[in-house]
């Protein structure tokens, strides 16, 4: 479906066929989004790239903007325009897209869009330096890089977020393969590296029953112990 309203608050495409004839934005939504705060693209097929490139650089208020399930999308190349046009950003998702995001795109959104709190990156889009490069969001409180199989949790050492709320790194197969999530468990004992974190979930679809991402089992014990409001989740493990 595709429902507008004016002022226009939110556009969302649902499937293929509502926009598989679609050449250009009619003059009467173009005229409409310099308003628009909420913009959802979903299942939009082989034009979302296309639309996309017509509608961000029209949105210079636009503070919500979810991408998903648009494997024709380049995610480098959307971040771009992104960085360009949506400086006013508070929630990003990003999933089921195609290509992944390199360093650079990720610091030129990071530099342009100081203002996103919530931030989620899916489906193989992220790799270590590229999620350093997001966590130096300076009002990011919320992070998602659920099934991201290249980070290995080395940007978490390398980091410290100040007003990081919550960590989701479901699925994420390789995490701690090179022991980075233990060395980043013993950082964060103190209460000075990551001090608002409440919320870590390494939840792992494909780990053994009972198995845990830490290969050091004591960790857990002592963060619990140390830092009491911080929540470790790890379902279907």
């Known amino acids: ?3 507008i309203h004016y002022p226009i608050c939110s556009i969302t495409l649902d499937t293929i066929k509502v926009h598989a004839d679609l050449q250009e934005l009619p003059y009467q939504v173009a005229s409409r989004l310099r308003s628009l705060k909420l913009l959802k693209l979903i299942r939009a097929g082989q034009r979302a790239s296309l639309l996309l490139k017509e509608i961000l650089p029209l949105c210079p208020e636009i503070e919500t903007l979810e991408i998903c399930e648009c494997p024709s999308v380049n995610v480098n190349a959307i971040s771009s325009i992104i960085s360009s046009y949506c400086g ?3 929630k990003l998702t990003i999933a089921g897209c195609g290509n992944s995001l390199d360093s650079d795109q990720a610091r030129a959104v990071t530099e342009s869009c100081p203002e996103i709190e919530q931030l989620t990156i ?9 999620a350093g490069e997001l966590l130096r969001l300076k009002s990011l409180k919320h992070l998602d890089l659920t099934d991201n199989e290249g980070i290995t949790g080395k940007f978490l050492v390398q980091a410290n977020s100040q007003g990081l709320r919550s960590l989701i790194l479901r699925d ?12 980043f468990v013993k950082l964060i004992q103190d209460d000075g590296t990551y001090p608002a974190l409440s919320l870590i979930d390494t939840s792992c679809l494909w780990a053994g029953h009972g198995e845990s991402m830490l290969k050091d089992g004591k960790l857990k014990k002592i963060l619990k112990n140390v830092r009491p409001g911080l929540k470790w989740q790890e379902e279907q493990c």
């Open 1 to 3: 479906s595709c429902s």
């Open 88 to 90: 006013k950003l508070r």
């Open 122 to 130: 899916r489906n193989f889009a992220v790799s270590d330096n590229c």
């Open 172 to 183: 994420c197969t390789e995490l701690n393969a090179r022991g980075h999530l233990d060395e």
